[in-house]
């Protein structure tokens, strides 16, 4: 095969990136690997590579895996931390002569003031603090609503920059420098107004954790063992709700609880990421060659195997032509040049833009259930602690059951029937009562909508990234990261009408997910497409397309 011209392999590269944005120029995201005159050269895509040669779940992956995933308890961290920091403590009446206060009253509005006094002191939390109650009691939705507000802006930044120059590690080093600043900073708020900004800030950073933390952690994963790896992500975040419930309960004060669930973020900053690799598919896409195979190479060797010479990595289009031509490609010189891509192309696809819109509406449904219910454990009227860590334990089989289903049954049936089966409970506690035996039997049927949601909401971030290729994957998932976290500014309003009503919006919103996934492909065992040419190839070819 005679070696190409400059010109034909000038309008390969315009053809590779046609679908997509114009590529960046800049220089410093070129790679060029040589290799020697008369060589055959076997291009394969990654996923092969890693069942053919490297292993899809070896000894490295399984390090890198458990690493990166650690973030999530970080996230969790962030996250839930309100449910303590913000909770509303006990009160009790001041022995006074005169004061005219009613210990058996359900709340102090109404109270003299001076007649009470919150049981541990003000500093017990932000309500204490600054006396969110009564006609201020709305400010602590308020701090809720612009956090995952914050998180929502977040993720769509975060999930641009890890898919063009940051990357995926290192998005995920300045999401924990910000983590750690703005979350320190949080504990020293003078007051609401400071508290309120500090905390929108910390919305912003922690919404890019997640999202960086699983793309990362499972594209080094081979095809059959990546849902089961993705599935499995959601263990560490449950982990870290049950050791953050721990946490709040030694350090009685918020401005303490701040700062404690702060320092992890710089722990892993400083002990964790240094030993993270970039994920190899971000180089392919960004035109980093050699650091790919370097990386590719790295992992065969840890996990026993050995990548022989004459394999080169290759992008979907390049993989499928060689295949299908049944070429080897002896080349002197290739000039890989970053390809670009945002959720523009996204749209551009029928493909990829029905996909999203999907994804999109199925997140949001899914998180203000999920968020709707783990936020109303305050109204258990239960000791908070064991409550939170009651529910971090009950969404733990929740994600086994679902990991151990998932390549048997597929994505697609798993998430209509998790989304069907939390709905069900959530109408089933709509109906009951608040009162005797049956305020058992409706915290019973929270368990197990929360049992079923956990499930679905796991199982959503693998399904999302197997819906979309490399070039745009974090870019859509962060679209649907933020749909997520619009249904999380929802869930406290939610909460807030009380009585029954929660539980009927709760089963309306699973209901109406599960049908809406229907309509979703299936990906179980198809391949993780690197570009939208390469996704587009091998649809045309006998994929299922969602029409």
Request: neutral net charge; aromatic residues 10%; charged residues 15%.
């Amino acid at each position: 095969m005679a070696v190409p011209s400059k010109s034909s392999r000038d309008q390969s590269i315009s053809l590779l990136g046609s679908p997509l944005l114009p590529p960046s120029k800049d220089p410093t995201w070129e790679e060029e690997e040589t290799v020697a005159v008369g060589s055959d050269r076997e291009k394969l895509c990654i996923d092969d590579m890693l069942q053919k040669y490297c292993g899809e779940f070896g000894s490295w992956q399984l390090r890198h895996f458990v690493l990166t995933s650690l973030a999530w308890a970080l996230e969790a961290f962030h996250t839930m931390v309100m449910i303590f920091a913000d909770r509303e403590p006990d009160w009790r009446c001041v022995n006074r002569p005169g004061s005219g206060c009613d210990q058996s009253a359900k709340s102090v509005c109404g109270l003299q003031p001076g007649s009470w006094e919150w049981i541990g002191g003000p500093g017990t939390s932000t309500v204490a603090q600054w006396g969110l109650v009564c006609g201020e009691k709305y400010k602590i939705g308020l701090v809720q609503a612009l956090f995952f507000g914050g998180c929502m802006i977040g993720a769509g930044v975060f999930g641009h920059l890890s898919d063009s120059k940051l990357g995926r590690r290192g998005s995920l080093r300045l999401v924990c420098i910000l983590n750690t600043v703005f979350g320190c900073l949080t504990a020293f708020a003078p007051n609401y107004f400071t508290y309120l900004l500090l905390r929108l800030l910390t919305g912003f950073s922690t919404g890019g954790v997640g999202l960086c933390a699983f793309v990362l952690a499972t594209e080094p994963v081979g095809p059959t063992k990546r849902g089961a790896a993705g599935m499995s992500t959601f263990y560490f975040f449950s982990t870290g709700i049950a050791l953050l419930s721990g946490i709040a309960y030694i350090f009685g004060s918020w401005r303490g609880l701040y700062i404690a669930s702060s320092i992890p973020s710089f722990l892993f900053l400083v002990l964790v990421i240094p030993f993270i690799s970039e994920s190899p598919r971000w180089y392919l896409v960004r035109g980093k060659m050699d650091s790919a195979m370097k990386l590719m190479r790295a992992i065969a060797k840890s996990n026993g195997r050995h990548l022989p010479n004459g394999i080169i990595l290759a992008l979907d289009e390049e993989a499928n032509k060689t295949s299908n031509g049944n070429e080897t490609s002896k080349v002197e010189t290739v000039t890989k040049e970053a390809i670009a891509g945002s959720v523009i192309d996204v749209l551009r696809s029928p493909i990829t833009r029905i996909r999203l819109f999907l994804a999109a509406a199925i997140n949001l449904l899914c998180s203000v259930v999920y968020y709707g219910l783990s936020l109303n454990v305050v109204n258990l009227e239960t000791n908070l602690y064991l409550n939170v860590l009651l529910n971090a334990v009950a969404e733990i089989p929740a994600y086994t059951i679902t990991a151990v289903l998932l390549d048997k049954f597929g994505r697609k049936p798993l998430a209509v029937g998790t989304l069907w089966f939390s709905g069900i409970f959530c109408f089933v506690g709509c109906f009951v009562g608040n009162v005797g035996i049956w305020k058992v039997v409706r915290m019973i049927c929270g368990i197990l909508a929360i049992f079923g949601m956990a499930g679905t909401y796991n199982l959503l971030f693998i399904y999302t990234t197997e819906l979309f290729p490399t070039v745009v994957r974090n870019a859509a998932l962060g679209c649907a990261t933020q749909a997520a976290q619009m249904g999380a500014i929802l869930a406290p309003f939610v909460v807030v009408m009380g009585g029954a009503l929660p539980f009927a919006v709760f089963g309306v919103c699973g209901t109406i997910g599960g049908i809406l996934a229907y309509y979703l492909p299936e990906t179980l065992n198809r391949p993780l497409y690197d570009t939208m040419t390469g996704m587009e190839e091998g649809e045309s070819v006998g994929i299922a397309v969602l029409k």
